[in-house]
Nanobody
Framework: EVQLVESGGGLVQPGGSLRLSCAAS????????MSWVRQAPGKGLEWVSS????????YYAESVRDRFTISTDNAKNTLYLQMNSLKLEDTAVYIC???????????RGQGTQVTVSS
């Protein structure tokens, strides 16, 4: 059974940093593309970043490029999202999903809340 469990969210001031984690089970991260998506209050899902672990390629939404970094620890079967220089508009529930951008993300975690506020 595929399971994805996020952690690491919280309340942070603008300009601060957070690192989100997504513990995966039921499959091997190193053989699957993975994504982070987010959902702000009252809005739909927004793609944030994807990593294609087999080739080590990463992609980012324009709104987070140069601030966020997606990575994996294959030994821990865990996906990460390092978020720096956080902005108010980054406030959302962050969800990790199995699959790359535009794949429908059949398997998703429950999400972790990130709130950027002064």
């Amino acid at each position: 059974e595929v399971q994805l469990v996020e952690s690491g969210g919280g309340l942070v001031q603008p300009g601060g940093s957070l690192r989100l984690s997504c513990a995966a089970s039921g499959f091997t991260l190193s053989s699957s593309a993975m994504s982070w998506v987010r959902q702000a209050p009252g809005k739909g899902l927004e793609w944030v970043s994807s990593i294609y672990t087999d080739v080590g390629t990463t992609y980012y939404a324009e709104s987070v490029r140069d601030r966020f970094t997606i990575s994996t620890d294959n030994a821990k079967n865990t996906l990460y999202l390092q978020m720096n220089s956080l902005k108010l508009e980054d406030t959302a529930v962050y969800i990790c999903a199995k699959g790359g951008r535009g794949t429908g993300w059949r398997f998703r975690g429950q999400g972790t809340q990130v709130t950027v506020s002064s």
